[in-house]
């Protein structure tokens, strides 16, 4: 009996492994060895690589191993013992590719979320007013508790309280390996039903809350490959300045490719200096574009994230009397509301990212 065959979506892991050995025999060439700027862009994207295709590369060792065990079992000339001796070999084997391939799955759709080591979760009271704030507090304890949990530092940055002692705004940075990963579910409308301690006739009221989990901006990292993502234009300068600046081809004019950014430079009578001057203003501006980018972006994601905070807006619900939290993404139902708010998400978090990596490798 053969072995179950490859997940079709496997290919595009084995092409992730096929890059990381390219990238691996380009760093060794002399003239990549050389140059400092082009080996740590490939140095950085090789890493990220590796972290892939090491487990694709146990993952096909370990069908080799399988195969050699099933010929060792499906031959009835082979020894009996021997053929046992496969049998168990074949369960072990299949455990470990099964969890290979789990791994492998997460690897291939959060590899660039799973690099993310430092967020910031912003807590805001919203409708509901002290009621809202005592409960944007509550979660602030919540995630500082999950955090800890899972070997996470948190620093609070901002904190704003209120007049009973709930939390009108606060601003959390949470750092560690994967930590995007355990905190990116969280973000939206978060709302609390219980009676409030100044509710004198003993009505619940509902309040809410929202939260915005965004990657951390990082320094700008900007790789640019002269010879491949710069066209280069040389022309005469043209202009006063004598003989030289006008018959000479000094003046120089660089393209970036993949934003359009152009730079022209043509004091200097030395094509040299012209190009020299002219990488350090497209470097400049190629840094400011790609800032401005990152921050537009977080800023689209922090409003499509958060909502109105209204009360209708809502990813999970905490509800006291009945001592349930509901996560209604995934429809499921914690009756521990004490225990989800010291800190203990995973079930929910288990559960989100099951559906998650679901949706992703249908998508692929």
Do not use: C
């Not at 805001?124 to 304890?141: I, K, M, W």
Request: glycine share 8%.
């Amino acid at each position: 009996m053969a072995r179950e065959a490859d997940p079709a979506w496997l290919r595009k892991v084995e092409q992730l492994a096929q890059r990381a050995d390219e990238l691996a025999a380009q760093m060794n060439e002399p003239g990549v060895a050389s140059n400092g700027a082009l080996f740590a862009r490939l140095a950085r994207e090789h890493g990220q690589l590796e972290k892939t295709a090491r487990p694709y590369r146990d993952y096909v060792a370990i069908g080799r191993q399988l195969d050699e065990a099933h010929a060792i079992l499906d031959d009835p000339a082979d020894d009996a013992d021997l053929r046992t001796i496969a049998e168990h070999e074949i369960d072990t084997l299949e455990a470990r590719r099964a969890q290979l391939i789990r791994t492998l799955q997460e690897k291939l759709v959060t590899g660039d979320e799973a690099a993310i080591g430092s967020i910031i979760v912003e807590v805001r009271a919203g409708t509901g007013g002290d009621e809202a704030a005592l409960f944007a507090s509550e979660l602030v304890n919540m995630y500082t508790a999950f955090a800890a949990r899972h070997g996470f530092k948190t620093e609070v940055l901002s904190l704003s309280p209120s007049d009973l002692g709930g939390v009108k705004e606060a601003i959390l940075n949470v750092t560690g390996e994967g930590v995007y990963l355990h905190f990116r579910f969280e973000g939206g409308g978060h709302r609390v039903q219980r009676v409030p301690k100044t509710e004198a006739q003993g009505r619940i009221h509902t309040s809410a809350a929202t939260v915005a989990v965004l990657p951390e901006p990082q320094d700008v990292q900007v790789d640019i490959d002269w010879d491949k993502d710069v066209i280069e234009h040389v022309s005469a300068a043209g202009g006063p300045g004598g003989q030289n600046v006008n018959k000479v081809a000094s003046a120089i004019k660089l393209e970036h490719l993949a934003t359009g950014i152009t730079v022209s430079m043509r004091d200097e009578r030395s094509q040299h200096k012209n190009r020299a001057r002219a990488r350090r203003v497209l470097m400049s501006r190629v840094y400011e574009h790609l800032v401005t980018q990152q921050q537009s972006r977080l800023a689209s994601e922090r409003k499509s994230m958060v909502g109105t905070g209204d009360r209708s807006d809502r990813i999970r619900t905490y509800n006291y009397p009945q001592n349930r939290v509901t996560d209604h993404r995934i429809n499921r139902d914690v009756f521990d509301l004490p225990r989800v708010l010291a800190g203990d998400l995973d079930e929910f978090l288990q559960e989100l990212n099951d559906r998650e990596l679901k949706m992703r490798l249908e998508s692929l």
